[in-house]
């Protein structure tokens, strides 16, 4: 009879807030990315590009967005970036809080 190994099962991916610094699964944070097209959010998490995580909260994007984002991308912040990541975060504040 043959013996069967039971499936061993992968943990989740693990990503650190950029913001707050506390890790998380990477599926329950938000992806920004610094790729061909610049600085962008990207909810689905395949974008190709030098990524950094953050919280739905917006105490972290405000931490983020103070420098460590910056340093996460390697890359400046440009004003219209800058404003492009306040926007997705109050609006998704807005969707997300009812």
């Given at each position: 009879m043959p013996v069967i190994k039971p499936q061993s099962l992968?943990?989740?991916?693990?990503?650190?807030?950029?913001?707050?610094r506390k890790t998380q699964g990477k599926?329950?944070?938000i992806r920004v990315v610094r790729g061909p097209d610049g600085i962008q959010v990207d909810p689905g998490g395949k974008l190709p590009g030098r990524g950094a995580y953050l919280h739905d909260q917006r105490s972290c994007w405000e931490k983020a967005l103070?420098?460590?984002l910056a340093r996460a991308?390697?890359?400046?912040l440009d004003d219209?970036?800058?404003?492009a990541m306040i926007n997705f975060m109050m609006r998704y504040?807005?969707?997300?809080n009812g």
């Open positions: 992968r943990p989740a991916p693990q990503r650190t807030c950029v913001g707050c599926r329950s944070l103070k420098g460590s991308l390697r890359a400046e219209a970036a800058r404003a504040q807005d969707e997300h």
